[in-house]
Nanobody, 124 residues
Framework: QVQLVESGGGLVQPGGSLRLSCAAS????????MGWFRQAPGKERDFVAA????????TYADSVKGRFTISRDNAKNTVYLQMNSLKPEDTAVYYC?????????????????WGQGTQVTVSS
């Protein structure tokens, strides 16, 4: 099992920045990749960004390219999501997820482990 704990959400004005963190514990040696997903009220959970545990590959949703950056610190078993130039439409609960197998990183149903989520609200 892998346990994931997100932190760093909050309220920010449009154009502002936030950094989310996701700390992994347990069988972290089994992780192949980690991703961030988000879910706004009344909407489906959408892919945001993902990174392989080795750091060799990253991928982003078109809606966040150029504004968000995913990174990882293997020594701390932590993945980060740096979010810049935030927009009101970025408002959602952000979830961290981990998967043990390779494949298309944007598919939520391929992730076995999920955090509890952290709220991000972009509003003036």
């Amino acid at each position: 099992q892998v346990q994931l704990v997100e932190s760093g959400g909050g309220l920010v004005q449009p154009g502002g920045s936030l950094r989310l963190s996701c700390a992994a514990s347990g069988r972290t040696y089994s992780i192949y990749a980690m991703g961030w997903f988000r879910q706004a009220p009344g909407k489906e959970r959408d892919f945001v960004a993902a990174i392989t545990w080795s750091g060799s590959a990253t991928t982003y949703a078109d809606s966040v390219k150029g504004r968000f950056t995913i990174s990882r610190d293997n020594a701390k078993n932590t993945v980060y999501l740096q979010m810049n130039s935030l927009k009101p439409e970025d408002t959602a609960v952000y979830y961290c997820a981990a998967r043990p197998r390779p494949g298309t990183l944007s598919y939520a149903n391929r992730y076995d482990y999920w955090g509890q989520g952290t709220q991000v609200t972009v509003s003036s």
